[in-house]
């Protein structure tokens, strides 16, 4: 039972540290941020598919459609 609750704190104090961090940003530092973040992980699904970044976008942009009703105008844009 202390090891559970060791690691709940660790996760607790983790969470608390990246709040802090995010509520001493700017707005436009938090937006920096969550750009470099995506294109990491852009480029991390490109190495592990073995795809390029165009590729990869286009990816993403057909599964956020899965489950939408279909759209001609989108079908155009993105395949």
Do not use: W
């Not at 559970?4 to 660790?10: A, D, L």
């Not at 001493?24 to 294109?39: D, H, Y």
Request: with cysteine.
């Amino acid at each position: 039972m202390a090891i559970i609750r060791f690691m709940r704190s660790v996760a607790d104090r983790l969470r608390r540290d990246d709040a802090e961090f995010l509520a001493r940003l700017t707005a436009s530092e938090r937006l920096e941020l969550v750009f470099a973040l995506g294109a990491a992980d852009v480029a991390a699904y490109c190495l592990s598919h073995g795809v390029d970044r165009r590729t990869a976008i286009r990816i993403f942009e057909r599964q956020r459609q899965k489950g939408r009703n279909p759209s001609q105008c989108m079908n155009a844009i993105i395949g």
